[in-house]
């Protein structure tokens, strides 16, 4: 069966000799206080900044979700407001963890086709934050990078926080547009599910240690420490952060995928634009996820389509939270190999 589930998704096909590696080689039960382990994790820090173009000053901190830096962000870099802009069920979980602890938070809910707009936002001098989901995974919709440079540019004072959970590692990202950034590996990274990383600017770190905030085992300061010494502030999913490494070593420089992951995007969408009885999920092309193509239809239709896919090998990624049952998601991920991908064309063309 192939998966085009954006999430838990398909995983790089060369898993299976890498988690025979970390069996024979002991991976599985080093100490999260070994120099075996530090150098591990110092390795997948590094190569993760080379083949994704990270600055080296920014820093890279390993935690077990993206929901969880959802909620490390209010707890440690917050003392007040934060605006959040969003129009899917990810950014508005988001906003939901931060007004929990910070209910100074404020929403800015944007329709499906809206483009964002950054010299339209509530943004004042009160506000410390700015909160972007850059992937809406839910709805198929993504701010563009270029809009997050015009963002920075427009608001140099607050911080800018941005949800890439399903776009880090598919397309290229402009990781110095913004001080906080956040995914997790099962989505654009391959690998199996368990291990999220947060990447932090100077000037993140710098308002982390201005507040202080300590005391909870996921405190940021307290991360940001051991990472330090490449340690971990729990002991962490080492395998996920052995398959990261591996996996980072094998793939191309980003802006090699970035190409074929655009490639194939505009092939989806080209295709689906008139595919009846669907309807692409998003009309306007300027917010067009590259990385999640969303298609509608009727309910009918829908459970009809995933049925028959089904049956010729084939999971379509069902819809998400109030889009469940009238669309369906095809994940455009990296790992999923072209032969994969023709049979989905192939399988869609026929129908
Ligand atoms: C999948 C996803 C999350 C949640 O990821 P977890 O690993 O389950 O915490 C958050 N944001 C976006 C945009 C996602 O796609």
Redesign the pocket.
Known sequence: MITFF??PSKVYPQLGGFLQDAFQQGILSISHRSEAFMTLAGEAIQLMKEKLEIPRDYTIMFV???????EILPQSLLTGESVHVYSGS??E??YQYAYHIRPEAKAVVLEIDQELKPEELPVGEQTQMICI??????NATQVRPEVLQKLRNQYPNPLIAV????SLAGIYLPIEAADYWY??V??CFGLP?GL?VIICSPKAVARMQEIGEKGRYNSLGNIYDNIQKNQTHITPNVLGIYLLKRVMEMVPSIHETDQRVKEQAARWYTELEDKQPFELLVQNKAVRSDT?IGIKGSKEDIATVKTKAKAHGMLLGAGYGGLKETTFRIANFPALEAFEIEQLHEFLKAY
């Open positions: 954006p999430g077990n979700s993206a929901t969880e830096s959802w990810f950014g979980k988001w989901t850059q992937n809406e995974t839910s949800d890439v959970t399903s995914a997790s099962q989505k599910a999220g999640v």
